[in-house]
């Protein structure tokens, strides 16, 4: 661990980051675990049909989901434990102060990160799902320098709505398109979405851009660019995919929608045939579901 704290501290200039190094690589493990092992095990248990009589880029799919959803059930929680501790000093010093709890958070969030990065080049689709897992990684971890680390933790509060996004993905795949549960789950998706993306994320994004340009000038400028870029960027993509949402509850729940819904109810379709997660074919997880800051899932 020697040297490669000396390269994350000299070399990187992560000066903040050797303490977390255990908790990073430990992340990054197990969320590689839950990926390979733990996800196909328990999936092909509870849903023979859904995820077993799949094929391996479907499977694939899945057991991202469900990294994602633990994901999403660890990295809030924390991010909240974080927010209701934070110290006045990071308050006061935005773009450089530094919290020791925040080490704990992020190093989770970079494990995450770098099983999404990798995962995205193994298992290639889509040339976007590389930049947002590698922007993303490379972020969380410029954080460690430290720099706009409080934000960082603010930004991982959007995952709240990931948590209902994939809820909706799953209900997708075992056949539960346009059910009540769906249709609960929506609401929840939406609110979710609207109230910590684009309310709060919304003040979070504006006090970013501030900041920003109050140490313009004891930053290289090739930061001020990215960050202010990419915040700007991320707050529309934001509105964009908060009404693609909506349209596509509208057409789930709307006069259009299928008189008749099929089921899946311990891994036996009624009123169907054999195949289920017809609704959007077997798609790589989608890109508001891997979001986070500093680059949109």
């Known amino acids: 661990m020697g040297v490669l704290e000396t390269f994350v501290t000299d070399t990187l200039g992560l000066t903040k980051f050797p303490p977390y190094l255990p908790t990073f690589l430990y ?47 660890i990295i809030v929680p924390l991010s909240l434990w974080v927010l209701w501790h934070e110290s006045p000093e990071r308050v006061q010093d935005r773009a450089f102060g530094w919290d020791h709890r925040t080490g704990y958070v992020h190093a989770i969030a970079c494990g995450y990160f770098l099983w999404d990065s990798l995962d995205a080049i ?15 990684f ?29 809820i909706h993905w799953f209900l997708d795949k ?8 769906q249709l609960i789950n929506g609401f929840f ?23 920003l340009a109050q140490v313009r000038r004891e930053v290289p400028i090739s930061y ?22 909506i349209d596509a509850l509208r057409r789930r729940f709307g006069e259009d ?3 008749e819904r099929r089921r899946l109810v311990s891994g036996t379709l009624i009123n169907g045939d054999s195949e289920n997660g017809h609704a959007h074919g077997e798609e790589r997880s989608s890109s508001v579901s891997r979001d986070a800051y500093g680059s949109q899932a």
């Open 224 to 245: 001020v660019l990215v960050y202010g870029a990419g915040n700007v960027i991320l707050t529309s993509l934001n509105w964009f995919w908060f009404y693609k949402m």
């Open 122 to 136: 193994v298992n290639f689709t889509d040339l976007g799902f590389v930049i947002h897992g590698v922007a993303c």
């Open 174 to 181: 075992t056949g539960r398109t346009g059910s009540t549960a």
């Open 27 to 73: 992340a990054f493990l197990g969320f590689s675990f839950v990926h390979q092992i733990l996800a196909p095990f328990c999936s092909r248990k509870w849903f023979p049909v859904a995820f077993g009589s799949k094929n391996a880029r479907a499977r694939n799919s899945w057991s991202i989901h469900v990294v994602s959803q633990v994901h999403t059930v």
């Open 138 to 166: 490379a972020i969380y971890t410029m954080s460690f320098k430290p720099f706009v680390a409080y934000y960082g933790t603010r930004c991982l509060l959007w995952e709240t709505s990931t948590f209902f996004l994939n």
């Open 189 to 211: 998706l939406l609110s979710s979405f609207f109230g910590v993306r684009l309310v709060y994320g919304g003040k979070v994004s504006y006090d970013f851009v501030h900041t």
């Open 257 to 259: 929608k299928p008189k």
